[in-house]
């Protein structure tokens, strides 16, 4: 079955960048996902990647497939105290309804 | 601007009563999902509904039912609360296929069962 997995904790420093990683099974996925969560909040999405893409680039964020070892990247660049928070990678197929999330990665800035 | 509300923020219930957490969609969006969010363990799909009246069991179905009598409505049901039901419940909504497959989520549902 699907599995994405992902560390569970990262901290930088203010103005560093960060780098979450993921990693996923299911070699039918087309869609996937970066979702960040504040505190208190739901879910939002930050980005996303199809399947025959490399990468992303989206301002500070840069999202890196790498589709032979299955594994996701976001990195975000010039990293600031508003970006602590959740981050959750998440992967779909084509014509299937449900997102399967990672447990998420807790991202610390200090300044 | 697009929304998906929880209709309670907070709630603290006994074991044993029966729980109602009501979510609401504004974006004509066909799927609907429940998930719940603990420590550790990510987000956990509970029920989705891909059209009214229709239901599809998550992961973790056991104890929940729901119901969707209008599209725009999913709601889930606790029939019996039971204190490992403590939780943060997130409801999410988005678009049928074909689309990117964004989910919206609410702010959440943070359950207390005593």
């Known amino acids: 079955g699907e599995d994405v997995e992902q560390s569970l904790f990262l901290s930088v420093r203010e103005g560093d960048s960060s780098v979450i990683n993921c990693t996923y099974t299911?070699?039918?996925?087309?869609?996937l996902y970066w979702y960040k969560q504040e505190p208190g909040a739901g879910l939002q999405l930050l980005t996303y990647?199809?399947?025959?893409?490399d990468m992303k680039q989206d301002q500070r964020l840069t999202v890196l497939l790498n589709k032979k070892d299955k594994h996701l990247s976001l990195r975000i660049a010039d990293t600031q105290t508003g970006d602590s928070a959740i981050y959750f990678c998440?992967?779909?197929?084509?014509?299937?309804?449900?997102?399967?999330f990672g447990d998420g990665t807790t991202l610390t800035v200090k300044p | 601007d697009v929304k998906v509300t929880q209709s309670s923020r907070y709630l603290v219930k006994r074991t044993g009563e029966k729980v109602f957490l009501e979510c609401v969609q504004d974006?004509?969006?066909?799927?609907m999902f429940w998930y719940r969010q603990d420590p550790g363990l990510g987000l956990r799909l509970i029920y989705f509904?891909?059209?009214?009246?229709?239901?599809e069991k998550g992961d973790i179905p056991e104890g929940y039912s729901v119901s969707r009598e209008k599209k725009e409505r999913f709601s889930l049901i606790l029939e019996s609360a039971s204190t490992n039901q403590t939780s943060m419940y997130l409801c999410?909504?988005?678009?049928?296929?074909?689309?990117?497959?964004?989910?919206?989520f609410g702010e959440g549902s943070r359950l207390t069962v005593l």
């Open positions: 999410a909504s988005s678009a049928a296929p074909p689309g990117t497959g964004e989910l919206f």
């Open positions: 299911d070699s039918s996925s087309t869609y």
């Open positions: 990647i199809f399947s025959n893409m």
């Open positions: 998440a992967e779909k197929r084509t014509n299937a309804g449900k997102s399967t």
């Open positions: 974006m004509d969006h066909e799927n």
């Open positions: 509904s891909y059209d009214v009246k229709m239901k």
